[in-house]
């Protein structure tokens, strides 16, 4: 078994207009690889809404991506306030952001739904107080 | 029908160069990014009212043909050089997103 290729991207707290940073990197990265528009949509996709929820509710945190022959797997993390209720979090609608946010367009409670919607499985470990860790497995098509 | 054909038929104001001259067959209005990540496919055109740099990244990510401002939004030099940069379509109507909905969906039938 040959090692993934690892990327590590920081993801720096509200900042909006870099939000989506590493996505975009992302997206550049896999297209250079040769994967496959679609696969690379879906990774580019889930990335950002993570990206975005961690500007918004946890002052940042850590995006890496894995590489395998197979699957690429995206791992967020961060030290923010913990999901209290994931059912609740999951449900498409359902968003905590403040208005300031929401006049940004974001806050449609629709990111960890598209997260789930776009990857072949999604993980999300999460402890209130201590942080979030989302764990994402997309299958290359 | 051709984005240039469209931009030509609804009097589009081109903010930005067009980096490839795509065909579009749908569009899609949203001013909500989630929203229009998870819904709008990639031979819509997005016609929304928000200018903000986030935009860009929806548009980009989610590989649509351009985006239509409408109402005649005002929209920051920034977020064009931006664009620019990111070779995104902008485009800006005086019209509705209703009204732009409707006349995009007459010239797409």
């Known amino acids: 078994m040959s090692e993934p290729l690892k990327f590590h991207f920081p993801v720096s707290g509200g900042d909006f207009t870099s939000a989506g940073k590493a996505s975009v990197q992302v997206k550049k990265l896999l297209r250079q690889l040769g994967i496959s528009p679609d696969t690379i949509r879906r990774v580019a996709i889930a990335m950002y809404e993570g990206e975005i929820n961690m500007v918004i509710h946890a002052n940042g945190g850590s ?3 894995e590489i395998y022959g197979d699957h690429i797997k995206i791992i967020l993390a961060d030290t923010g306030p913990g999901i209290p209720n994931i059912d609740l979090a999951m449900q498409e609608g359902f968003s ?6 929401r006049s940004l367009g974001f806050g449609a409670g629709m990111g960890l739904p598209n997260m789930k919607r776009y990857t072949d499985d999604m993980q999300i470990d999460t402890e209130v107080g201590v942080g979030t860790t989302v764990t994402m497995r997309v299958n290359i098509a | 029908m051709k984005l240039s054909e469209i931009i030509d038929r609804l009097a589009l104001e081109v903010l930005t160069p067009l980096p490839e001259d795509r ?7 949203g001013d909500l990014l989630s929203w229009v990540m998870g819904r709008a496919e990639s031979n819509m055109l997005w016609i929304t009212i928000m200018t903000n740099v986030n935009i860009l990244a929806v548009a980009s990510l989610r590989d649509l043909p351009a ?5 005649g939004a005002e929209i920051d030099a920034a ?3 931006k664009a620019r940069e990111q070779e995104i379509a902008l485009l800006r109507s005086p019209k509705s997103a209703y009204t732009l909905c409707a006349e995009l969906a007459d ?3």
């Open chain 2, 23 to 29: 065909e579009v067959t749908g569009g899609y209005t």
């Open chain 2, 107 to 109: 010239l797409l039938k």
């Open chain 2, 67 to 71: 985006v239509l401002i409408a109402e």
């Open chain 2, 79 to 81: 977020v064009l050089d």
């Open chain 1, 96 to 101: 905590t952001a403040p208005d300031n946010i």
């Open chain 1, 63 to 65: 995006a890496d991506l």
